[in-house]
């Protein structure tokens, strides 16, 4: 991996492409913690991480060291020269990490979920200059996590940065531990466009074997960093042992990482992508006229079904269009889940119109 620089030092978050926090998931013990920071002292990362208070998801589980671990995390900042961050959930906790001189906080995923909550965090650390990352909340909403990001830009919070660590499902899905829902952290870029994004694909896969394909994927979607937990002996970690891998691995999967950028100079590449795009843009604006046209049918058919005093929705008919619309896309190499997603969408707002050609007609008759 090539470390990309940014050309001048913009925010604590933004130092290097990719911005890499490592370190592992709970603070264990004072050797385990001294022992990991100084593997990956050597190891290029901007950020050290560690888990001092613990959120688990079922009581009995460890539910973390707490504030002594806190001196250890300081002494992992003095004897390796590490910035070292750690999460919080409560005012008590932000208080006690900034007494022990802690670099930045993040707030965990089952914490963003509660507005009151984040609003407390984000009072405590009222004219402190921290700097704070937000993970994801556990549940796929947007605003909820662009809402907490603004209660700590509202309190005047400079360093801020989001945390993409997947969502919960009811099973997993895919293989993931946590579903990773990209196109909410792409929406989540588009209304921010400064706000770095890190992600965290141990959370996100909750298995070691896969943490390189998703930081891989994290670069190509153009993200700024990752968060990655790192333990001196995995299989023996306190708390999410399946994920998390030893500095060693780390670094290769580091070195292994392709960063590409999101802009380019040469010259034939550009000119390449915009004969492309052109021809993008005008299948684009074929689609939506197609789309438009296939809308005036659906309204028609309102007209229709009105007459003969038919639901607007019939059941029979979306399975034949799930069925036929599926077999087409596999034959030509699209994938049917892709196509019969789209067709939720498209058939979705065309009974929404018949609905309105339904509606608006009782409406004239009862007058
Ligand atoms: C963690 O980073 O160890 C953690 C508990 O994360 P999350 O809030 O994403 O579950
Ligand atoms: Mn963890």
Known sequence: MRLRPYLCKMSFFKTARPFVIAGPCSAETREQLLETAAALSTKNIQLFRAGVWKSRTRPGSFEGSGPIALEWLQEVKHQYGL????????PAHVETALKHGIDSLWIGARTTVNPFQVQHL???????????MVKNPVN??????????ERFEKVG????????RGFTGYRA???YRNQPNWPIPIELKRRKPDLPIFCDPSHITGNR??????AQKAMDMHFDGLMIETHPRPDEAWSDAAQQVTPQMLKELLDGLIVRDEFTRDMTGLMQLEYLRQHMDSLDAEIIDLIAKRMELSEQMGEVKRACNMTAFQPGRWREIVETRGEKAAAQLLSKEF????????HHESIRRQLLVLDSKDKEIKK
Request: no cysteine; net charge negative; hydrophobic share 50%.
């Open 140 to 149: 796929t909403d947007v605003d909820l996590w662009q809402g907490a990001i």
């Open 209 to 214: 074997d896969r943490i390189a394909e998703v």
């Open 339 to 346: 196509i019969v997603e789209l067709y939720e969408k498209i």
């Open 173 to 175: 899905a895919g293989g």
């Open 83 to 90: 910035k070292v961050t750690t999460e919080v959930a409560e």
């Open 157 to 164: 919070i400079k360093d801020i940065a989001a945390i993409h």
């Open 122 to 132: 984000a009072d405590s650390v009222k004219g402190v200059d921290i700097p704070v």
